[in-house]
């Protein structure tokens, strides 16, 4: 059975930051990727041990079109992933 996904405040703005700005680079393009964000969030929900852990308990998935990263972390005993950023990764990180 697929894990629920749960996607933090902080990782829906990144979202809509992504598909606001690929939308003005051309027609479509942000719709399109919000489509392959929706096929790896499937994936995570079906196999999310299937990234590696890269800080403490935060896995990471990058994607293969686009230069982003969606970290998040697994909750095994309710199946819940929350989704904490979808980062790009052209980026500086701020942390």
């Known amino acids: ?4 996904i749960y996607v933090t405040p902080t990782a829906a703005d990144d979202l809509s930051a992504a598909i606001e ?4 680079v051309s027609t479509d393009l942000g719709f399109r ?5 929706a096929q790896y969030f499937d ?4 196999v999310p041990t299937a990234s590696p852990i890269r800080y403490k308990n935060v896995r990471c998935k990058p994607l293969s ?11 095994d005993i309710n ?6 950023r979808i980062f790009n990764t052209y980026q500086e990180p701020f942390w």
């Open 79 to 84: 199946q819940a992933i929350q989704v904490l």
């Open 43 to 46: 994936r995570i929900a079906t």
């Open 65 to 75: 079109r686009f230069p982003f990263i969606i970290t998040y972390t697994i909750d």
């Open 1 to 4: 059975m697929p894990y629920t």
């Open 21 to 24: 700005y690929y939308n003005s």
């Open 33 to 37: 990727f919000a489509d392959v964000i």
